[in-house]
Each structure stands twice: as C-alpha cells, then as structure tokens.
T-cell receptor, first 114, second 113 residues
Framework: GAGVSQTPSNKVTEKGKYVELRCDPI?????LYWYRQSLGQGPEFLIY????????DSGLPNDRFFAVRPEGSVSTLKIQRTERGDSAVYLC????????????FGPGTRLTVL | AQKITQTQPGMFVQEKEAVTLDCTYD???????LFWYKQPSSGEMIFLIY??????QNATEGRYSLNFQKARKSANLVISASQLGDSAMYFC??????????FGKGTSLLVTP
C-alpha cells in the first residue's frame, strides 16, 4: 500500500512569504504528526492530530505556524511571514492510534527561506 | 518533559561485525515507549524497533535488538552482522504521555568493507 506522501518535496521561498506544506497519511491512520528537522539535529515535534482536531500543538514555535486537517485525512501546515530560521525539513508521520504505535514517516518537504 | 541523549556523533564498524549505538533517556513518565529510527541519505525516517517501558524482555527485530536497562535509563541499539546498507543516521526517540516522539541528535554510522 501507499506510504505517507508529502508535497512539495522542495520549496524555496522569500522571507516574508506564505507557504503551505501538504501531508497525505496512510489510509486509515487516525493520528497525524508534524515534525521539523534542522540540519544536524533530530526531528522536533510541532503538532499532533487525532482525527480532525489538534490534540497537541505545544510544539508550534509561534503563531506564524498553523496546521489543519479538516476531514481527518490530509493535513496542511501553513507558515505565515516566513523567516530564514524556518528553513528546515518538515516531516509528517501517521500512525493507527495516538499512543505508542509505530509512526510511519513521509519523505519530508525541504523548505528554504531566502 | 523527556530528553534523549545520544553521545556518539559518529561510529565506524566493519562489515559483518556487530555495533552498539548508545541512547540514554530522562523521563518522569511511568509508562513510555522507546524507539529507534534509521535515516539514510534519502531523508526518510525508517522505523526499526520499539520497546515498551513495562516489557520485561528486550525487543528484537531481525538483526536489530534493543538492550533495555530501565534502572540505568538506557536503550542501546545493537545491530548484528552489519551490512553496507546499514550506513545511515540512527535516531533514538521516546514517547510518553504526550504522544509526540522526542528524538536525540542522532548517531552517524558508517559500515566499511
């Protein structure tokens, strides 16, 4: 079956612009996670969805970051007024439930803010 | 909050030998899970192995085993019979009551012929 997919694979934007990153989880997975991975670091948690609602958004760094999952499947991570420090790989993962199940990761979106 | 420490930035191992990648964790949760992921140069995170905090036996998955020492708060990954394709970044992670995974900084493993 299909794994987690993310689009675009690469995104280059200018400082101050708005970007949207999309994640399509594995079919049937109710839990969806967004992580951010900076160069030389491990992934850092951003937000977790259980179904349509954000169960935990404590990892979002500030109010420029927002994510939605309106139908409980595809999720979009939105970043307003991008800054150079937002440059990173944004990873999406999904799992069957929200506890200690294996999280399946997508290939990531590499965001570069010039 | 949980914290994962991986003290080995880089490791070398010869093909067919075994290698241990270290991981220590700090958590106040009574129930938690410990995970290892592999990240090859392509960037995708690949799940390797999981250990629950209440599991009495060490987890094993093929050539991967997790040496879980709860009192020492360590969860080292052992890869037996290393292969060239094992060259990658390896991340230890923990998941507790907050569901999110907390990752360490990773260890870069290079398998040499």
């Amino acid at each position: 079956g299909a794994g987690v997919s993310q689009t675009p694979s690469n995104k280059v934007t200018e400082k101050g612009k708005y970007v949207e990153l999309r994640c399509d989880p594995i079919s049937g997975h109710t839990a969806l996670y967004w992580y951010r991975q900076s160069l030389g670091q491990g992934p850092e948690f951003l937000i977790y969805f259980q179904g349509t609602g954000a169960a935990d958004d404590s990892g979002l760094p500030n109010d420029r970051f927002f994510a939605v999952r309106p139908e409980g499947s595809v999720s979009t991570l939105k970043i307003q007024r991008t800054e150079r420090g937002d440059s990173a790989v944004y990873l999406c993962a999904s799992s069957l439930r929200g506890t200690y199940n294996e999280q399946f990761f997508g290939p990531g979106t590499r965001l570069t803010v010039l | 909050a949980q914290k994962i420490t991986q003290t080995q930035p880089g490791m070398f191992v010869q093909e067919k030998e075994a290698v241990t990648l270290d991981c220590t964790y700090d958590t106040s949760d009574q129930s938690y899970g410990l995970f290892w992921y592999k990240q090859p140069s392509s960037g995708e995170m690949i799940f390797l192995i999981y250990q629950g905090s209440y599991d009495e036996q060490n987890a094993t998955e093929g050539r991967y085993s997790l040496n879980f020492q709860k009192a020492r708060k360590s969860a080292n990954l052992v890869i037996s019979a290393s292969q060239l394709g094992d060259s990658a970044m390896y991340f230890c992670a923990s998941g507790g009551s907050g569901y999110a995974l907390n990752f360490g900084k990773g260890t870069s493993l290079l398998v040499t012929p």
